[in-house]
């Protein structure tokens, strides 16, 4: 059975820093692109952050120099690094891994940023 689980967020102040974790279980994890999604209220689901299994990223423009994306293998567990937080950052995060046609996607995690 295919497990993604979140956690790491939480409630925190404008400038304030999460990370936030994604642990999979059931799938050769290192194969796997891993992606990172929000969702605010109101507003379409989003990606945010993207790393391949080469580990190359990619970043949503309104996240450039703020967010990290990062995944140990190892561990099979992916990461988000979120700093300088601002409360347009206030969402749901998914976590999102894909392999050709294989496609999971986490429960979220909310992340509240405010004062």
């Known amino acids: 059975q295919v497990q993604l689980v979140e956690s790491g967020g939480g409630l925190v102040q404008p400038g304030g820093s999460l990370r936030l974790s994604c642990a999979a279980s059931?799938?050769?994890?290192?194969?796997?692109?891993m992606n990172w999604y929000r969702q605010a209220p109101g507003k379409q689901r989003e990606l945010v952050a993207a790393?391949?299994?080469?580990?190359?990223?990619n970043y949503a423009d309104s996240v450039k120099g703020r967010f990290t994306i990062s995944r140990d293998n190892a561990k099979n567990t992916g990461y988000l690094q979120m700093n300088t937080l601002k409360p347009d950052d206030t969402a749901v995060y998914y976590c999102?891994?894909?392999?050709?046609?294989?496609?999971?996607w986490g429960q979220g995690t909310q992340v509240t940023v405010s004062s």
């Open positions: 999102n891994v894909r392999w050709g046609q294989y496609e999971y």
């Open positions: 790393i391949t299994s080469g580990g190359s990223t």
């Open positions: 059931g799938i050769g994890f290192s194969v796997y692109a």
